[in-house]
Every structure is written in structure tokens, then in C-alpha cells.
């Protein structure tokens, strides 16, 4: 990733160690931007420690998909924004129901 700072141009790679106080900190700072996001009514974003995750709690299976394609079109614009990307095999779905009869959703991110 390339970083400009006026005229001076650098290079930065690595990453920040987890259990530095100091990681925890750039991460506050980074992340600040993705909670205010603005996001559908239905839709919650919940961080906590080095994760994030979006809760959306709607009565019917078919607003799931409508919710989250808003959700996730925000939030990778303000992703695409600040030059990170979707750890797309670090993300999971999980479906919590008190329907007594199983339900499946195909969901796409």
C-alpha cells in the first residue's frame, strides 16, 4: 500500500501485532469511519476487540437478502475508501431463528 504525505511519497507494509496496545488504538482509529457508516434500520454493526460484524434482524427470510446487499454495498464503499478489502474466507453467516421449522437462505457477500 502506497501512502502520500505531500510531496513525500512511502511505501508501508507489515501489519500491527494483535496484542499491542498500540494496534488496538489504529484499529479505534480506523475503524471509527465503518461505525458510522449509515445503514439500513434493520441492520447493526457490532465491533468488538479486532472484529466487526453486521447483525440484521428482520420477521421474514426474503428481507435478509435485500438488508445485507444494502449493508455490505456501504460498507465496501467505505472499504474501497480507505483501501482495505473483505477477508472473505474469514466471513461467516449464521442464521438465528425461534421458528420451530428449519429454514435454509442462500446468502452471496
Known amino acids: 500500500m502506497t501512502r502520500t504525505k505531500g510531496p513525500k511519497e512511502y511505501k508501508t507494509t507489515g501489519e500491527v501485532p494483535q496484542d499491542l496496545v498500540f494496534g488496538l488504538l489504529l484499529w479505534n482509529i480506523m475503524y471509527d469511519g465503518l461505525l458510522k457508516v449509515p445503514l439500513p434500520t434493520e441492520v447493526k ?14 420477521k421474514h427470510l426474503d428481507e435478509i ?31 438465528i431463528t425461534s421458528r420451530k421449522k428449519a429454514e435454509t437462505i442462500k446468502l452471496q457477500v
Request: overall charge negative; cysteine-free; charged content about 20%.
Open 45 to 58: 454493526l457490532v465491533a468488538y476487540a479486532d472484529d466487526a460484524a453486521v447483525a440484521i434482524v428482520v
Open 65 to 95: 437478502n435485500l438488508a445485507l446487499d444494502k449493508a455490505f454495498e456501504r460498507i465496501n464503499q467505505w472499504m474501497d475508501t480507505v483501501n482495505l478489502q473483505l477477508a472473505k474466507h474469514k466471513t461467516e453467516a449464521v442464521l
